[in-house]
């Protein structure tokens, strides 16, 4: 199984700031069609998990754009450029290229 | 829209089994893989199972292969998880999601409880 890393696992950060989550993979995720099959979700307690990101760097509808993700091969980041209180939450990375696909960690974002 | 909606958890002795039921609905179900998503009680999120949208190829975490099976009925725009030789740490949170690659659309979860 692939491993997915992410860092940090707590954030806390300023409203208004930029936060920055970092995720790693133990292999390529390029896939034989060509794409990353690298996601972003968002959970919020006591909600289902929401995508935000797919194939590393595609915002979902309705997704603010102050969310944007980037990265390739097995180095991706999600980037929220300021940070408002409705995005506290844990932010999981995933990957789909090689099933069974595998989660990070999760980052648990907060509000100082 | 596309709609999910899971059925079937609840309360088993380790060693037990249970399956659980997924119905969607609002979607052409026989044309989408569909994925078991799992979260123990303020655990992470663990992908469970895949399978493709014509049932012939699934896919297993190893934590639970050999011991669940994923299956689906398109007639019946359902998705199955076939779980037996239950274990402590099989209790979670368990969802069902189209598009095992990075799903979108995902039920609101069923409970299944493990424990003596």
């Known amino acids: 199984e692939v491993v997915m890393t992410q860092s940090p696992l707590s954030l806390p950060v300023t409203l208004g700031q930029p936060a920055s989550i970092s995720c790693r993979s133990s292999q390529s995720l390029v896939y034989s069609d060509g794409n990353t099959y690298l996601n972003w979700f968002q959970q919020r307690p006591g909600q289902s998990p929401r995508r935000l990101i797919y194939?590393?760097?595609n915002r979902d509808s309705g997704v603010p754009d102050r969310f944007s993700g980037s990265g390739s091969g097995t180095d991706f980041t999600l980037k929220i450029s300021r940070v408002e209180a409705e995005d506290v939450g844990v932010y999981y990375c995933?990957?789909?290229?090689?099933?069974?696909?595998?989660f990070g960690q999760g980052t648990k974002v907060e509000i100082k | 829209e596309m709609q999910l909606l899971g059925s079937g958890g609840g309360f088993v002795q380790p060693g037990g089994s249970l399956r659980l039921s997924c119905e969607g609905s609002g979607f052409i179900f026989s044309n989408y893989a569909m994925t078991w998503v799992r979260q123990a009680p303020g655990k992470g999120l663990e992908w469970v199972a895949g399978i493709s949208d014509s049932g012939h190829k699934t896919y297993y975490a190893d934590s639970v292969k050999g011991r669940f099976t994923i299956s689906r009925d398109n007639s019946k725009s359902t998705l199955y998880l076939q779980m037996n030789s239950l274990r402590g740490e099989d209790t979670a949170l368990y969802y069902c999601a189209e598009d095992p690659r990075g799903p979108y659309y995902w039920g609101p979860g069923t409970l299944v409880t493990v424990s003596s």
């Open positions: 194939k590393v760097s």
């Open positions: 995933m990957q789909g290229t090689h099933w069974p696909g595998t």
